[in-house]
Every structure is written in structure tokens, then in C-alpha cells.
């Protein structure tokens, strides 16, 4: 059997090729750089900022962790509504067995609810 | 063979025409030159004609740097630290009478009596403010000065070289004026005029 015949052979001359074109492009331009453009860098040109003004400090934010701790508790409370709503709206047509299943969703994030905030991660510090 | 019909054409040429095709000004104005600017992007006066028409709003991604407005000495420090980080190769138009000589300001202690006392100047373009045809005149000459860069050899210019340098100094607000002055590389003072008998 040749390698033509082989039933995944168009895939890697496939995976070949889309590698090749890139590689082969970054090689051009390595071997352009190395022969007609040297390159030149310099602190103004490596800094951070380009518009005009002098660059002070660097592009690094630090967020405090009960950002993404608030943002990811007012999501747990968005998405609960999101599925005491259908409840609500078919409330006088459930069984009695629906009504224990919600209160048990419920009763679990109203507890996770109750342990975040023993932990005091709902106070800004 | 090129009179019998056959393409023939070099490294240099190729490299050439590409980039006199798709030169991508850097997008920013100063003063009125810059409303003649816009309108040379616009509709009627169409820039992308000649394949300039993509205006970068980061130096980084720019090639053409047009001066069009009165340089402020205020101004002037994020001018040029503007050119200095735009990448190699790169040209510099100065559009109007006020970015090539400080124009009708020129006696004003705020102004900039010419840009090219801190930047090298590639094309001057006359007028208060020109109009878009004179922009376009001014594209079109960068572009016949592109096409005909040599990439290597003695006239090659400075980008091609590896002993020189693409870093301009940005000047300083003094206790009278800029420091310095002047870029001395690129800009010498006239001498003085000395008249007889006195």
C-alpha cells in the first residue's frame, strides 16, 4: 500500500501544507530582516504606550480577587432566577414532589449563601 | 528583453512596488492641513487610489508620518516620539506652510519654525493649507522616491544600514526654550548675515 492510498493521507499533506505556508513566511521575513533590515530597536519604541506621551509604569492591572468573587456570586443568584422563573409561572400546575425539588435548589444556594458570608468574603476589603 | 515583451524584474523592484503600493499613513493632525487630509481620504479625492488609504491609529503599524498643521513646541515632544516609534522604513511628508517653516506663526515664540529641524523631511508640500490634489502630489512623489530605493550599496538609505540609527532625539521644555534647539544632524543654522561697514 502506498503512502497516496492511504485513507488519511490527504489529511496530513493537509496539515503539512497549512503548517508550510506560515513557517515558510516567517522564514522569508527571518531571512529579510537578517539580510536587508537590521532591526532597531529602542526604549521609546519598545514602550508600552504609543500615543506621544512618555510611558510611566507598565500595562499590568491588578484586580483584587472579590472582584471575580463578587462577579461570580452575582452570577450563581442570576442564573437561581433563571430557573425559579419557569417554577413561579407553572407553580398551580407541579406536583407537590417539584415544589421539594426547588426548595432543596434553593436551601443549597441559600447554605452556600450563608457560608460566604461567615467567611466574610462578601466584605470589601 | 523587456523591449521584446518579457517580464523581467528584480528583488529590489518587487519589494519596491509593493511598498509604494500600500503605504499606511499614521492618523493624526495638527491644525487646518489636517481637514485638507481628511478630505483627500474622503469620497472625492479617494486616497485609496493609490493604496495609502488605511490611516493607522498606532505608530507601530504605520510607514508615512504626515506633518500637516502648526508643530507647537508644546507638541513637538510627542511628534517626535511618535517617528521614533514608528518602524523602519518610514517617510515623512510635511504638508503646509506652517509643519515646513512655521508659516504664518513663524515669529511666534510657541512654534516650530520648520519640522524638519528634528525630523527628516522626505516631501514638502507648499500651501495655507494645500489643497488634497497637492497631498496627492506629495503621495505620489513618496511613492516615486520608494520605488526608486536601492536596498543595498553605498546610497542605500539609513534604514537598510546597520550603522545607523532610527532613534531621534526628543527635545525638552528648557528654561528658555527647547533642549536641544535642534537636531544639529539634520538641521544647521543659516550663518549670520554680515553687511559691510558695520
Known amino acids: 500500500m502506498t503512502i497516496a492510498s492511504h485513507p488519511y493521507a ?10 508550510a505556508f506560515p513557517l515558510g513566511l516567517l522564514l522569508v521575513c527571518r531571512l529579510w530582516v537578517w539580510a536587508f533590515q537590521p532591526p532597531k530597536p529602542s526604549p521609546v519604541k519598545n514602550g508600552i504606550y504609543e500615543c506621544g506621551l ?15 468573587l463578587y462577579a461570580i456570586l452575582f452570577l450563581i443568584f442570576d442564573v437561581e432566577v433563571l430557573f425559579l422563573l419557569p417554577f413561579a ?31 466574610g468574603h462578601l466584605e470589601w476589603k | 528583453m523587456r523591449r521584446q515583451g518579457v517580464l523581467l524584474t528584480s528583488f529590489a523592484e518587487i519589494y519596491n512596488w509593493g511598498r509604494a503600493n500600500s503605504i499606511w499613513p499614521l492618523q493624526f493632525g495638527l491644525a487646518c492641513c489636517a ?21 493607522r491609529a498606532s505608530p507601530r503599524q504605520a510607514d508615512l508620518m504626515i506633518m500637516n498643521g502648526t508643530v507647537t513646541k ?14 523602519e522604513p518610514k517617510f515623512c511628508i510635511v504638508m503646509g506652510a506652517c509643519a515646513s517653516s512655521g508659516g504664518p506663526f513663524r515669529e511666534g515664540y510657541n512654534v516650530v519654525k520648520g519640522i524638519d529641524r528634528f525630523i527628516p523631511v522626505d516631501v514638502y ?10 497631498l496627492l502630489h506629495g503621495l505620489m512623489e ?28 526628543i527635545p525638552e521644555f528648557g528654561e528658555h526654550d527647547l533642549v536641544p534647539p535642534y537636531n544639529s544632524e539634520l538641521w544647521k543654522p543659516p550663518a549670520p548675515i554680515v553687511r559691510e561697514g558695520k
Open chain 2, 142 to 169: 513618496i511613492q516615486k522616491k520608494m520605488r526608486e530605493e536601492p536596498l543595498t550599496g553605498p546610497d542605500a538609505p539609513r534604514y537598510f544600514r546597520k550603522d545607523t540609527t532610527c532613534e531621534y532625539p
Open chain 1, 54 to 68: 512618555e510611558s510611566k509604569g507598565d500595562s499590568w492591572i491588578q484586580f483584587k480577587a472579590h472582584y471575580y
Open chain 1, 89 to 119: 409561572a407553572s407553580f398551580n400546575v407541579l406536583p407537590w414532589q417539584a415544589l421539594l425539588v426547588m426548595l432543596a435548589f434553593i436551601l443549597l444556594l441559600a447554605e452556600g449563601l450563608v457560608w460566604a458570608w461567615n467567611r
Open chain 2, 125 to 134: 508640500v507648499p500651501g495655507c493649507p494645500p489643497r488634497p490634489e497637492a
Open chain 2, 74 to 87: 508644546k507638541m513637538l515632544p510627542q511628534v517626535v516620539r511618535l517617528w521614533n516609534q514608528m518602524g
Open chain 2, 35 to 55: 481637514i485638507e487630509m481628511i478630505c483627500v481620504a474622503a469620497a472625492r479625492f479617494d486616497i485609496a487610489r493609490f493604496g495609502a488609504e488605511i490611516f
Open chain 1, 10 to 19: 490527504f489529511i496530513a499533506l493537509f496539515v503539512a501544507v497549512a503548517a
